[in-house]
């Protein structure tokens, strides 16, 4: 089989991560007990999945003129991911998010920076791309109207799309008309089905909705699947939810049916909490099959 061909638009990040035992109340300064400078973006996250999981990667975004953005470049490069059109902005920063580990979650807020550059323009000099692609993987990070012409010309090419709608915002309907595949976690997708003005059940059926440790639900001609997950030991939760979707366009890149890519995905998304970082716990697709073979006690 030849090798799967993702097209990955979106952010590039560096996390600027924290941890401590707790979260800090308004106007209280607390003690942490760590601090990472770590790869991140939903964009690059998204990418590195599914460049480790065997797809072939081209990332199209922006990172700004400066030490961060340099230094995700060589990383990403590192991951042998195809970096041809991810563009340096000179006059902007690049995007960062600011994230506290506590109390077994995280808590998330995103800089976009030179996330902001990545504009429509930049979107159609780059339809060869998209349209030698399998699958284009979008997310929320980079400004709405860029996602919209890149789903538009994906689907003028024929070319299956997956939304990764975080962070959430209010979706125009002609976005979800361009789409595929649509992969909110239960908050999200309350926020999807109660801003959503068409018909709700046209909307299901593109719907993959992530459950963590209790696996996600999908839609199969109006039937409701639902696909189990794994239970593992959580380390850090951050980037579960963007490895779960290049494990998801990796397996429907491959030709595999929704319900298995999501068994495929979810046993990716189980492996990446298991270690510290959003990059750094994504696993190989030879880890992914063993756990799907012989999953843990």
Known sequence: MMQPTITVIGSINMDLVTEADR??????????????????GKGANQAVAAARLGGKVEMIGCVGGDAFGKELLRHLEAEGIILDNVRS???????????????????IIVVPGANNELTEEMIV?????????DVVLVQLEIPL?????????????GVRVILNPAPMQQLPNKLIQYVDVIT?????????MKNYSGDPNKLKEKLV????????????????????????????????????????AVQLAKGASL??????????????????GAQSGMPTDEEVRNLILKPLQ
């Open 23 to 40: 979260r800090a109340g308004a106007g209280e300064t607390i003690l942490g007990k760590e601090f990472s400078t770590i790869p991140g």
């Open 89 to 107: 902005i000179t006059h902007s920063k690049t995007g960062i998010a600011a994230i506290t580990l506590a109390e077994g979650d995280n808590s």
């Open 125 to 133: 000099q780059n339809e060869a791309v998209i349209a030698n692609s």
């Open 145 to 157: 109207p860029t996602v919209v012409k890149a789903a538009e010309l994906a689907h003028q090419h």
């Open 184 to 192: 909110p976690n239960e908050l999200e997708y309350g926020e999807l």
């Open 209 to 248: 909705i992530t459950k963590g440790g209790k696996g996600t639900v999908c839609y199969d001609e109006g039937r409701e699947v639902h696909v189990p997950g794994h239970q593992v030991d959580v380390v850090d939760t951050t980037g579960a939810g963007d490895s779960f979707n290049g494990g998801l």
């Open 259 to 276: 319900e298995e890519s999501c068994r495929y995905a979810n046993a990716v998304g189980a492996l990446s909490v298991m270690k510290f």
